[in-house]
Each structure stands twice: as structure tokens, then as C-alpha cells.
């Protein structure tokens, strides 16, 4: 079967970095996404990787492993609005719908 | 870049009555179709794949007679929750496949429906 992990929680402070892990077993693989959700609202585009390695975009890194099953998200200089649910969401083949995991709420302290 | 237009944002009905949910796609052409349902603290769960003018896929426990989707052009794609109960509370939101954009999906804003 499919399936995603990820931690239900974290906690952070301003100005910190926090790495959020997700873990994936699935049929296929054809790119991994994260997406960030504030409550009530609809996931917005955070970053894909679908080879090896690190993807960096401004304060936001993305990492992938293929081989381990394993990405995580980096999030630096932390700030409060940063306070979201963090989903990971696997593509298992090519145009068919994202499988997303449970998803890690993130919550940035003062 | 590519949108995709979710109405209504939130609909309140009652109970044993229907809604429809719109997913239009703007500036391009939307041939695939996904719907999700999200329950509050949890992740958003595929509930059927539409393709323009085929009969949508259902996931497996997602009742076809009581989730219709709609997806007879390349920019319309709807939901209708017949005979909606409370236990139909959610988060229902559409995602779109789009060819030219390198990422391949397009979300749109969701629906709250709650049902009374």
C-alpha cells in the first residue's frame, strides 16, 4: 500500500530552523511535493524534487533521498506567520494525483 | 499563472438536501480533475479522478451514487454532494492537472460545507 509519514508536531522559535522529515513507501515515485496549509485555507505550492539532492528556494530547502524513501523540509530564520501545517505528497506516477501524508503542524513561538 | 476558481468558498445547508461544488480552471485547460475531502486535523484524502468526458474513478469507500462529479468540458469540473449529512461536514477541494506548468497541479481555494 501507500504510505506517507510525517511528525504530527513541532514546535519552534523566531529566527530558528526547523526540518520537518517525510518518509515515503508508495507504488512508484514521480516527484515529491510539499505544500504548506493554513487552517481553513488551500495548500500552497512550497517545493518539488524528483532527483536527488537539494532544492533551495529563498528561506525554504527541500531534500530527497530516492533510494532511503526520505525528504525533508528546511525552514530558516523562522517567523511567525511560518505557523502552518507542512504536508508532504508523493506522485507515484506520472499525472496521477498526489498522495499526501498526515501532514506536521508547526508552530513558531516569540 | 494557471488558477483554478472553487465556488463557493463555504456553504451551509441542511440536512438530506444537495450541493454543488465548481472547479472552473482559468487561462488553461484542465483535463484531468482531482477531488479531495480534508476532515479537520487531517490530510486531505483523493476521493475521485475526473477526466473531460469519461466517468470519474473513485477511490475505494467513496460512494459514486452520493459524490456525482461532472467534468463535461475542459474548464468545468463539479461536485455534487446528494442528500448531504452532518457525517458530510468537510473541506472539499479541487486540483487540476496542468500540462504546461512544471510543477503539474493546481489547486483550488475550497469549500466548506457544512451540513445542519
Known amino acids: 500500500g501507500q504510505n506517507i509519514d510525517q511528525p504530527t508536531e513541532m514546535t519552534a522559535t523566531e529566527g530558528a530552523i526547523v526540518q520537518i522529515n517525510c518518509t515515503y513507501q508508495t507504488s512508484g515515485f514521480n516527484g515529491l511535493f510539499w505544500y504548506q496549509q493554513h487552517a481553513g485555507e488551500a495548500p500552497t505550492f512550497l517545493s518539488y524534487n524528483v532527483l536527488d539532492g537539494l532544492e533551495e528556494k529563498g528561506r525554504f530547502s527541500s531534500f530527497l533521498s530516492r533510494s532511503k524513501g526520505y525528504s525533508y523540509l528546511l525552514l530558516k530564520e523562522l517567523q511567525m506567520k511560518d505557523s502552518a501545517s507542512y504536508l508532504c505528497?508523493?506522485?507515484?506516477?506520472?499525472?496521477?494525483?498526489?498522495?499526501f501524508g498526515k501532514g506536521t503542524t508547526l508552530s513558531v513561538s516569540s | 499563472g494557471a488558477v483554478v476558481s472553487q465556488h463557493p468558498s463555504w456553504v451551509i445547508c441542511k440536512s438530506g438536501t444537495s450541493v454543488k461544488i465548481e472547479c472552473r480552471s482559468l487561462d488553461f485547460q484542465a483535463t484531468t480533475m482531482f477531488w479531495y475531502r480534508q476532515f479537520p486535523k487531517q490530510s486531505l484524502m483523493l476521493m475521485a479522478t475526473?477526466?473531460?468526458?469519461?466517468?470519474?474513478?473513485?477511490e475505494q469507500g467513496v460512494e459514486k451514487d452520493k459524490f456525482l462529479i461532472n467534468h463535461a468540458s475542459l474548464t468545468l469540473s463539479t461536485l455534487t454532494v446528494t442528500s448531504a449529512h452532518p457525517e458530510d461536514s468537510s473541506f472539499y477541494i479541487c486540483?487540476?492537472?496542468?500540462?504546461?506548468?512544471?510543477?503539474?497541479?493546481?489547486f483550488g481555494s475550497g469549500t466548506r460545507l457544512t451540513v445542519v
Open positions: 486540483s487540476a492537472r496542468d500540462r504546461d506548468s512544471y510543477y503539474g497541479y493546481t
Open positions: 475526473s477526466n473531460e468526458g469519461s466517468k470519474a474513478t473513485y
Open positions: 505528497a508523493v506522485r507515484d506516477h506520472p499525472g496521477t494525483a498526489l498522495i
